[in-house]
């Protein structure tokens, strides 16, 4: 049974979409960014829309994977230039970073697909993701210096992916990288021929379904928890997750039987 939510009547209380597509099919959520006519630049009700996608997704907790995608053109060119205005700009980065927040925090495994272009916060948005997968071609980067602006996401995870000296670099020249030299550093999880990337990106969602959604989850979130705790507290956060959580539910107890007896596990998903 397919949820889709493209065009949710006011009757449920939910927002009508104008800017993204959002569905729910079983257990893999996809945003799919649909400001075509501007490159998908992030205005404010497109990353509003965004909050309340991944804000659902929060409390789903059936869901293993969340896509995000753009166009064939572009995935996106960032924030919105024309909204970004002496009255406008507190808003506009206020609904950024809490989109960013929900991702860091997310439990289910996020995928970002980049076609065309993903540059400033639409760069931002795409290498906040877990996996991050790009067509050759594809152009990446933080060109905001040129602007008089400077990207407000990066400093904080860039440092984490590509090292300081790649973020110094990224930042303070305004390079755009393609898609190849993006995976070379860091920033990126894998180039792939454009005519294979949907596919690419299918197999490593089916590869994803495959494992327990509890685990799969709960070894997300002690990535995600630990990696900016100092060592000696992410490893007793790492230690508390596995020892109060992991360990009691069915799926583990099930998958370290099915490693002794030689077989193939069956998930119940518990």
Known sequence: MDDTLDAVSSSHGEP????????????????ALDRPEASNALSLAMLEEIDHAVGTLEL?????????????????SGLDIAEHTDENVYQLLEAFHQIIRRLME??????????????????ELAASC????????????QPELKAGLFPSVAPVIYPR??????????ILTGRVYDAREAESIGLITRTVAPDQLDTEVDKWIQFLQGF???????????????VNLPFDEGL????????????????????????????APVWKNR
């Open 16 to 31: 009508e979409l104008r800017c993204i597509q959002f569905r729910v099919d079983h257990d893999v959520a996809r945003i």
């Open 60 to 76: 789903n907790e059936a869901v293993k994977v969340v896509v995000f995608s753009g166009s064939d053109k572009a995935f996106s």
């Open 106 to 123: 997310l439990e289910a495994v996020s995928i970002s697909v980049v076609k065309g272009m993903a540059l400033g916060a639409g760069c």
């Open 130 to 141: 877990d996996f991050c997968f790009a067509a050759e071609g594809s152009k990446l980067g």
């Open 161 to 170: 992916l590509v090292g300081l000296h790649r973020t110094y670099e990224m």
């Open 212 to 226: 327990s959604t509890p685990v799969l989850r709960l070894a997300r979130r002690a990535i995600s928890d630990a």
């Open 236 to 263: 007793r956060h790492v230690e508390e997750v596995y020892l109060n959580q992991l360990v009691s539910t069915e799926d583990a107890k099930e998958g370290v039987r099915a490693l002794r007896e030689r077989r």
